[in-house]
């Protein structure tokens, strides 16, 4: 498989100690900012991240850019402007309309990736997997903390550290549960809700901007965290990363919290 190309487009001595740590993620300083560029740690899956990200910059879908890899041997990405959904949100996806944005987005992403043939064989971060027949290439983290809003609108996707094959209802449905909120009360305030949010309006909303029902967004929800929990335990047992850091910062835990939640809720939202 061909290596990525080390990234031409600027002087690397002219950027020596302006690397600015970007937050989020769960190691600080894993990802940098460097000028108009992101930088992060390759490995074996950055061909078939990179070939992704070419296809969806060739389609028009707002995604970084990739530009080759730094005489660091990091990945070099193109910087999105705008606002990243760091706690507290943008106001915009405070709103019900927000959620309704989002579901739409999640919609422009796999109307962008159906025709994408990743290269042979296609390495993700957690190993080889070539699309099944009816998979689509998932975002694999499609969140509200991985969006860029600008103008009231969401305007890029990063992140696809954790793409791989499958259905693109698990995106959707991955989306829905951190859009819609389906978690306890305490956890939506630090999102920057004044009070408790409307969570039935933000399903529907969220489900007619993707273009299903509501009760079938919920219910793929459900499935979706029980193999997000299944999938975090296996790989983060066999070692693999971010797993294995996922399991050690409790993020399993917080999962199985909102499986808990809804289990408790989910008849008030259909």
Same mark, same amino acid.
């Given at each position: 498989?061909?290596r990525?190309?080390p990234? &031409?487009?600027?002087?690397?001595? &002219?950027l ?17 900012r460097?000028?108009?560029t ?5 490995g ?7 070939a ?8 028009g ?14 990945e ?23 959620a309704? &944005?989002?579901?739409a987005f ?9 025709d994408?043939?990743?290269?042979s ?7 080889v997997q070539?699309p ?12 509200p ?9 969401p305007?890029?996707?990063?992140d ?6 499958g259905?693109?209802m698990?995106d ?17 305030l ?12 933000r ?9 299903a029902?509501?009760? &079938? ?11 997000e929990?299944?999938r975090?335990v ?7 990363e ?23 809720n989910?008849?008030?939202?259909a």
């Amino acid at each position: 498989m061909d290596r990525p190309r080390p990234a &031409q487009a600027f002087s690397e001595s &002219q950027l020596v100690n302006v690397e600015e740590p970007l937050p989020g993620g769960l190691t600080p300083g894993r990802v940098v900012r460097v000028g108009e560029t992101v930088r992060r740690a390759a490995g074996p899956w950055t061909p078939t991240i990179f070939a992704l990200l070419e296809h969806l910059a060739r389609k028009g879908f707002p995604a970084p850019r990739p530009l080759g890899l730094d005489a660091a041997g990091r990945e070099t990405l193109s910087w999105l402007r705008g606002r990243a959904s760091n706690y507290p949100w943008p106001p915009a996806l405070l709103e019900i309309s927000g959620a309704r &944005q989002a579901g739409a987005f999640v919609r422009a992403y796999h109307d962008a990736v159906a025709d994408f043939a990743p290269p042979s064989p296609a390495v993700w971060r957690h190993g080889v997997q070539p699309p099944a027949p009816g998979e689509a290439i998932l975002h694999g983290d499609f969140a509200p903390h991985n969006l860029v809003w600008s103008d009231a609108a969401p305007s890029g996707l990063i992140d696809f550290e954790l793409a791989r094959p499958g259905r693109p209802m698990e995106d959707a449905a991955f989306c829905v549960v951190r859009t819609a909120c389906f978690r306890d009360d305490a956890r939506t305030l630090r999102m920057g809700f004044a009070a408790p949010p409307d969570r039935r309006a933000r399903l529907a909303a969220f489900a007619e901007g993707w273009g299903a029902a509501p009760a &079938q967004l919920l219910a793929e929800a459900y499935a979706s965290e029980l193999a997000e929990l299944e999938r975090m335990v296996r790989l983060g047992a066999a070692d693999l990363e971010p797993w294995t850091s996922f399991l050690r910062v409790g993020l399993a835990d917080e999962v199985r919290a909102e499986l808990r939640w809804l289990d408790a809720n989910a008849g008030s939202l259909a």
